[in-house]
């Protein structure tokens, strides 16, 4: 299934997180927290300004992006879990 995201939407798909601390402990599953970064897997055209001119997102697939921890909604594409959110729930691209 292709998903073409609209407006000023971006589909991340979320970066595996830390398996093992920096001191060695091992992170069960359960206790893992879900990565607040992911990589744009697409982006929309952007959103129309107040006269109607489109304007384009700053994000492209393939930015790696920090977003917030409770941004967007949770799909699954492919059988894979992917968010969907909107550009101003992006804090930041990581270079």
């Known amino acids: 299934m292709a ?21 060695g402990i091992i992170i069960p599953e359960s206790a893992k927290e879900k990565p607040l970064e992911g990589l744009v897997e697409a982006a929309g055209p952007g959103k129309r300004d107040e006269n109607g001119k489109q304007v384009a997102l700053d994000v492209k697939k393939g930015d790696k ?27 930041g691209v990581i270079e």
């Open 65 to 91: 992006v920090l977003f917030g921890k409770y941004a967007g909604t949770e799909v699954k594409i492919n059988d894979e879990e992917m968010v969907i959110l909107r550009e101003d729930d992006i804090l």
């Open 3 to 23: 998903i073409r995201p609209l407006h000023d939407r971006v589909i991340v798909k979320r970066l595996a997180g830390e398996e093992v601390t920096k001191g």
